[in-house]
């Protein structure tokens, strides 16, 4: 039995929370290390947290909005020409992600090729189950302003649901059913316009609330603007969920995802 464990890396919203790295949160497992998404600040904040001699096996993406993939320009550069030359991870992109990234790049370089020479890059969809080093890992498609895909991985039977970022949506509960730790983006304003057309975050209350309908075990909160009120948000989150701890994800703190947010010192 391999111990999963869960470190947050970036945990601002589209924004800056102050000393927070948008969007990246590091599962180890099996020997091998996975970030799930690459936000601005990220790969930064990881080199600080362990070093350039703890090489990340795999990115999986989300999503390509900015706070979400960001990091994988500079990444490469240190992949290519800086000190992270012994790095070459797996990229896995969700469906339309290609295409968005080359556009991205387009301001300066040609074609997506510019993503090659540092980046193993691998493409998932929702239709089945694949695998990323020891994880098996699933995705859902979430109603989001762009395409975004709820992720569930699991290890040695134990599992870790990240939200991705998502209005709300009857499938999620379902998706992340008994997972060990689900990680909910809890962006959207409780006092917000919550039948906005489109919608496309959640609040802490339905963060709450999909954990509890998920029978998750654990809940830990992300994306959540510190003017919202950290822990305004979590104590709201717990008062939906009630079966299990919450917290609000900050940066280096690590998880044994088994274990109900114990933490691994
Ligand atoms: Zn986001
Ligand atoms: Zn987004």
Redesign the pocket.
Known sequence: MTALQLTPIGTS??WYNPGEPN?GFLLEGGGRRVLVDCGSGVISRYLALFGADHPIDAIVLSHV?A??CFDLVPLKYGIEFGTLRDWSPQLWLPPGARDRLTRLVSAWDEDFSYFDGAYDVRDYDTSAAFDVGPFTVSALDVPHYIESKALRFELDGTSFGYSS?LGPTEAIAPFMHGVDLLLAEAAFPEDGDLDMPGRGHITASEAGRIAHDAGAHSLLLT?VPEELGLERSRELAAAAFRSGPVHVARSGERYDVAHRLAAVS
């Open positions: 919203p589209a969007s909005h706070d979400h970022d994306h």
